[in-house]
Nanobody, 129 residues
Framework: QVQLVESGGGSVQAGGSLRLSCAAS????????MGWFRQASGKEREGVAT???????FYADSVKGQFTLSRDNGKNILYLQMNSLKPEDTAMYYC???????????????????????WGQGTQVTVSS
């Protein structure tokens, strides 16, 4: 059974930084692909960034150059460093793993929430202007 526990959310002013963490338990196979999603109030959940166990990453255009995704495979922890935060980054942030497909499917379709099996409970990020 895979469990994901997010932490690190909070309230910051615009321009500030936060680092989210996602502690994962499960088989190496289940954790091969991991990702962060976010869901603002009244909006659909959207993919923010994803990483494979080799460290290859993909980002949503809206966060490129602003967010950095990394992982510690030895500790099974996923990190999301968020800099220069804006009010529009306000959302619940979710960790995900267990991508249903692999390879090219992951590169092309990681943003679709339905392609991920396991989810954490989320951590709230609030950015004030």
């Amino acid at each position: 059974q895979v469990q994901l526990v997010e932490s690190g959310g909070g309230s910051v002013q615009a321009g500030g930084s936060l680092r989210l963490s996602c502690a994962a338990s499960g088989s190496d196979y289940s954790l091969y692909y991991m990702g962060w999603f976010r869901q603002a109030s009244g909006k659909e959940r959207e993919g923010v960034a994803t990483i494979d166990s080799a460290g290859n990453t993909f980002y949503a255009d809206s966060v490129k150059g602003q967010f950095t995704l990394s992982r510690d495979n030895g500790k099974n922890i996923l990190y999301l460093q968020m800099n220069s935060l804006k009010p529009e980054d306000t959302a619940m942030y979710y960790c995900a793993t267990g991508f249903k497909y692999g390879g090219s499917m992951w590169r092309q379709n990681w943003r679709e929430r339905g392609n991920w099996i396991f989810w954490g409970q989320g951590t709230q990020v609030t950015v004030s202007s």
